[in-house]
């Protein structure tokens, strides 16, 4: 089992940032990519960003909508993985999720309880 905790959502004004944290514990070591979700009220759950976990180079997506805004890292001897997100927009308001998934084929099996992120205009 892996254990996953976000941290640093808040409020914010628009064009502002915030980095999230994720922090695994538990069997990190069995980690294959991590990702970001976000779910707006009302929404579906929806892609972020994803990394790969391990490896000297990290592997990376965006989706289209962050794209040159949010930037995604790992400190593998922190177990833990970042989001950057900059020019925060309105539209960013939602609660952030990270998932890990053990398999390049595998689901997103282990999630975290998600922090809230409310940009203001």
């Known amino acids: 089992q892996v254990q996953l905790v976000e941290s640093g959502g808040g409020v914010v004004q628009a064009g502002g940032s915030l980095r999230l944290s994720c922090t695994a514990s538990?069997?990190?070591?069995?980690?294959?990519?991590m990702g970001w979700f976000r779910q707006a009220p009302g929404q579906e759950r929806e892609v972020v960003s994803g990394?790969?976990?391990?490896?000297?180079?990290?592997?990376?997506t965006y989706a289209d909508f962050v794209k040159g805004r949010f930037t995604i890292s790992r400190d593998n001897a922190k177990n833990t993985v970042y989001l950057q997100m900059n020019s925060l927009k309105p539209e960013d308001t939602a609660v952030y999720y990270c998932?890990?998934?053990?398999?390049?084929?595998?689901?997103?099996?282990?999630w975290g309880q998600g922090t809230q992120v409310t940009v203001s205009s």
């Open positions: 990394i790969s976990w391990s490896g000297s180079s990290s592997s990376t």
């Open positions: 538990g069997r990190a070591a069995s980690i294959y990519r």
């Open positions: 998932a890990a998934k053990p398999s390049l084929v595998a689901r997103y099996d282990f």
